[in-house]
């Protein structure tokens, strides 16, 4: 298959959600795991619900929210100038090792992001990493419509411009690969623990351990 357009979801795929355990540590030590796992789970769960309930908030609520929760979950007081100095550290999570080079060891290939964040939480987070040029970007919030929705990915569908089997997206996400699958991209599922894939009913069209192998 010769892909044209190859679309990457940015949390947990080409940015290390959990990097942000090194501030939490610093502001209360022994709880940055406890934390970031929570600020995690929560986050997912808390936009699935609110996509369930057609009640779209943006995702710098959605986050919010979930650093809240995870912080009262983990016995932390909750003080408003430690919820946005946290907030902050998502416009600096850390990339992982390979994706500063993907640009560089791929100059025919167009990259494109496709995340449920927000703009004004992406943005800066490519401009921290100097990742600014290598990607396009696109935000489910430009629609009102989050992933895994069959909406969102045929908005992507419309900016990419390609037709639905010339679309690899990447994905570390279960949710997200099934529901670009479903819509009818081919998917890989960047899996980076080396876990199983769940009985969802779904298969992505590839697995792989990171992405310093691209298919094609």
């Known amino acids: 298959m010769n892909y044209k357009a190859y679309v990457f979801d940015a949390y947990g795929t080409l940015f290390d959600v959990h990097s942000v355990m090194k501030k939490i540590h610093q502001l209360f030590p022994d709880k940055g795991p406890t934390v970031s796992q929570q600020w995690r789970k929560r986050q997912v769960h808390y936009f699935l619900v609110r996509q369930l309930i057609n009640g779209y908030k943006p995702f710098t609520d959605i986050t919010r929210w979930a650093l809240v929760d995870a912080l009262a979950y983990s016995d932390v007081e909750v003080k408003p100038d430690v919820v946005e100095e946290l907030m902050s550290e ?32 992406l ?86 351990q990171n992405l310093t192998e691209l298919p094609s």
């Open 90 to 121: 998502y416009e600096r999570l850390v990339p992982y090792d390979e994706v500063s080079s993907l640009s560089e060891n791929h100059p025919d290939k167009e990259f494109t992001i496709f995340s449920n964040g927000t703009r004004s939480m």
């Open 123 to 208: 943005e800066p987070l490519l401009e921290n990493n100097q990742l600014n040029d290598d990607f396009d970007l696109l935000s489910a919030d430009d629609v009102q419509v989050y992933k895994p929705h069959p909406e969102a990915y045929q908005y992507a569908h419309e900016q990419l411009g390609f037709e639905k089997e010339e679309v690899l997206f990447f994905s570390s996400n279960p949710w997200d690969i099934t529901g670009a699958a479903s819509y009818g991209f081919h998917t890989a599922w960047v899996n980076r623990k080396q876990q199983k894939w769940p009985e969802l009913g779904v298969n992505p069209t590839h697995i792989i």
